[in-house]
């Protein structure tokens, strides 16, 4: 098994920053993409950012040019940098890993227990 363990979340003012952690540890063979999704209530959890193994990053429009996603697959963990907050990213926050492949070509999709973030105006 694989756990995700978020840290970093919190209460900010607009305008300011915040950065999110997440650690995988567990049976881990090959971190192939790590994200950050966000969700707020009654809506459906969307794309933040991802990083593919390769490093090459993609970013959500609403985010562009505020956030940075990164990773330390050293340390197994993605980070996400968030400047210029608004109170629109108030959101709670999960991270994503998908595992593999292994042997079998199968990846395997974990999810962190998610972090909340409040951007008061």
């Known amino acids: 098994q694989v756990q995700l363990v978020e840290s970093g979340g919190g209460l900010v003012r607009a305008g300011g920053s915040l950065r999110l952690s997440c650690a995988a540890s567990?049976?881990?063979?090959?971190?192939?993409?790590m994200a950050w999704y966000y969700q707020v209530p009654g809506k459906q959890r969307e794309l933040v950012a991802r990083i593919n193994s390769g490093g090459t990053t993609m970013y959500a429009d609403s985010v562009e040019g505020r956030f940075t996603i990164s990773r330390d697959n050293a340390k197994n963990t993605v980070y996400l940098q968030m400047s210029s907050l608004k109170p629109e990213d108030t959101a709670v926050y999960y991270c994503?890993?998908?595992?593999?492949?292994?042997?079998?070509?199968?990846?395997?999709?974990?999810w962190g227990q998610g972090t909340q973030v409040t951007v008061s105006s």
């Open positions: 567990g049976r881990i063979f090959s971190i192939n993409t």
């Open positions: 994503y890993v998908l595992i593999g492949p292994d042997g079998r070509g199968q990846n395997y999709a974990y």
